[in-house]
């Protein structure tokens, strides 16, 4: 399996990575840092806006600009840098994390303790006319969300569950209902993280300490495994023209100087080509 360096940059806490195919470009977070990334593969160029928040996730408007999941609640950032919040919510000690848009453009996004001490985080539906909704309450680190293609399931993952759960989902409503769990990941495999579905229903998954993606089938059976040369996975999506390359970010948080050494790409976003086949993902409407 090859396995390229996109972007090689020491993220602290690289995550959310999403192809933007209205520009050829993907957008990722390095959340710790405040930035948000637009890496444009065609000029081998990683532009960089730093916000004034942590940021969980950005991903591309339908009018433009990008929609941020920041520390107090989920903001619209036009080309030009202005931004604005469309929907407020800080609460002590929580911030923004993983983030989709669900088939309709409607945005889902996490939240989290900075200390994961306890299950004070949700997951909400958000309109683009500001509207929200909490979905998923008493979450302790939200992080994957994704649907199927027929829009018909959700995916969704907590990471300290080391469960993928599924959702029936109505695309019409936005409603979500009878919660099961697709599969678990042993206590040996690292944490589950971001996700992604591609063309076949199948969910890949980033493991956290894991140093690898896998694919999981829409029964939940393990049949693909790619060790990567980073220690923190976080989160992958498919990109490029034809939607056939794989990207993962990388994190450095927490690892050792030793670990470091061993393993100097971690932080980067690597890329995968010609591993699979994705879907273009919605846009949010706002």
């Known amino acids: 399996m090859e396995i390229e360096v996109a972007v090689r940059t020491p993220a602290v806490l690289g995550e959310g990575p999403t192809w933007d195919h209205g520009s050829s470009t993907l957008l990722w977070v390095d959340i710790l840092s405040s930035e948000v990334h637009r890496y444009a593969p065609a000029r081998d160029d990683d532009a960089v806006l730093t916000v004034p928040q942590h940021v969980g996730a950005a991903k591309p408007r339908t009018m433009g600009g ?25 609460r002590e000690g929580v911030r923004g994390n993983d983030a989709g848009i669900d088939p309709s453009g409607r945005l889902w996004a996490g939240t989290m303790r900075y200390d994961q001490a306890a299950d ?50 109505d695309d019409a409503s936005g409603d979500v209902s009878n919660r099961r769990t697709l599969c678990m990941v042993g206590g040996t495999d690292g944490w589950p993280d971001g996700l992604c579905v591609d063309a076949s229903g199948c969910v890949w998954v980033a493991l956290w300490g894991g140093h690898a993606v896998r694919r999981y089938t829409p029964s939940g059976e393990l049949d693909r495994e790619i060790r990567l040369p980073v220690d923190q996975p976080s989160a992958c999506c498919f990109g490029g023209d034809d939607f056939a390359d794989l990207y993962v970010t990388s994190a450095r948080v927490g690892l050792s100087e030793d670990a470091l050494a061993a393993r100097p790409l971690s932080g980067s976003v690597l890329v995968l080509p010609g591993v699979g086949s994705g879907v273009p993902s919605a846009a949010f409407a706002g």
Not at 78 to 90: I, S
Not at 135 to 150: A, F, H, I, Q, R
């Open 120 to 169: 004070e985080g949700w997951l909400a539906r958000v309109s683009g006319d500001g509207s929200a909704k909490v979905m998923v309450e008493k979450v302790n680190t939200s992080n994957g969300v994704g649907w199927s293609p027929d829009g018909r399931l959700m995916y969704y993952i907590d990471t300290p569950t080391r469960r993928i759960d599924v959702f029936d989902f």
């Open 66 to 90: 990008i929609v941020a999941n920041l520390r107090d609640g989920i903001a619209l950032i036009d080309r030009d840098g202005t931004r604005r919040w469309l929907v407020y919510w800080a």
